[in-house]
């Protein structure tokens, strides 16, 4: 299996994540943003985002910059944004919709501004789920067109797939649709249940740890990286079955952050509890210093069994998961089912 290195969960974020507009055309059953066909009032401006972006650049550097949305490809400056990260020395990612906005031309275009890498969602290995969960026919068949069309134009691509009750008994032909991509990534997030996303959707923690499994042993024949996002436990999961080296611990707060279409920065996209706006402070210092981010990466403020537990510098929970069943985003990661040394020896 092929895993990351290790790298401190204080560090500066490997990954910031730009929701450059909340418009798309889309009607995801699960979209974290509630996402609408047009932009929402309040959206940063340019010369807000080229400000922004100047700052991570040198507060960040090297690090990398998701244009993420809604669909990133409806914000007409797109272009420039994407140029002005990568001079102020960001690595730029793009994760577009799959719309009819997304062209040979445009993507070429993004490339030609900066743009290394693609990704694109498949949640279903057939277009009956995955089209259900997008709420578009013929969304599989576009996202598949796209993929394509951009490892064409020598695009590195990225694949995310989301699990669900619905999608979960589907990963492993899931995985040999994502093999047929060749991706150099295949990212799998769990649900979490914000903007349209659904408690009864969500797995259960027994249901999640069958799923982490089943994930490992898939990443052991994939012959490309495979991440999972908003899972920490799956860390866990890897470590128990003996895996030499794990990936790094980059979750909402932890190596990640979340900017939204309207500056106001939070731990992730997942995650909405406000830490500053970019506007009046610097992402970098948000990220720092905010509460919430401080909250996250002190593992003495856990609560639960989480801060007792023998895996919580490895694992920490999901803190996303945690706030969206309960409210407070500190509580035990409610769909993990280890009992920690410390409660069984009591």
């Given amino acids: ?28 059953l699960h979209c974290r943003a509630d996402a609408q066909p047009h932009a929402l009032p309040g959206q940063l401006t340019g010369d807000e985002a080229r400000r922004m972006l100047g700052q991570m650049g040198e507060g960040f550097p ?11 490809l409806l914000r007409a400056d797109l272009p420039e944004m994407a140029a002005h990260a990568t001079a102020s020395g960001l690595r730029v990612a793009l994760t577009p919709s ?42 599989f068949a576009r996202s598949l067109r ?40 295949w990212s799998v ?29 898939l990443a052991e024949t994939l012959p490309f990286r495979v991440k999972v996002t908003e899972a920490p436990p799956y860390r866990r999961v890897l470590a128990e079955r003996g895996a030499a080296v794990l990936p790094p611990p980059v979750t909402g707060g932890r190596g990640f952050m979340f900017i939204a279409h309207d500056g106001v920065v939070s731990p992730s996209g997942f995650l909405p509890v406000a830490a500053g706006n ?10 720092r210093n905010g509460e919430i981010f401080r909250a996250i990466r002190d593992p003495e403020r856990l609560g639960g069994k989480c801060r007792v537990c023998e895996y919580r510098e490895v694992c920490g929970g ?29």
């Fill in 1 to 28: 299996m092929r895993v990351m290195e290790t790298a401190r969960p204080t560090a500066p974020p490997i990954v910031a994540a730009w929701e450059t507009t909340r418009a798309c055309g889309y009607r995801c």
């Fill in 189 to 217: 997030f769990f649900l979490v249940a914000v903007g349209r996303g659904r408690l009864d959707d969500m797995l259960s923690a027994e249901e999640h740890e069958r799923a982490f499994h089943r994930i490992a042993d």
């Fill in 98 to 139: 799959a719309t009819p906005s997304v062209t040979r031309r445009r993507l070429a275009e993004l490339r030609d501004a900066g743009v290394r890498q693609v990704a694109i969602s498949i949640d279903g290995a057939t277009p009956e789920v995955h089209d259900g969960m997008r709420g578009i026919n013929g969304s």
């Fill in 278 to 287: 970019v506007r009046d402070t610097s992402p970098v210092d948000i990220y």
């Fill in 318 to 346: 999901s803190r996303a998961r945690a706030w969206a069943v309960t409210g407070d985003p500190l509580a035990a990661d409610p769909t993990c089912v280890h009992v920690p040394a410390a409660l069984t020896a009591a």
């Fill in 146 to 185: 796209i993929l394509a069309m951009a490892r064409e134009l020598g695009l590195p691509v990225q694949v995310n797939s989301t699990v669900t009750r619905v999608t979960e008994p589907g990963l492993e032909a899931l995985a040999e649709v994502v093999r047929g991509v060749q991706p150099v990534m």
């Fill in 62 to 72: 090297g690090g990398t910059l998701i244009l993420t949305g809604g669909d990133p």
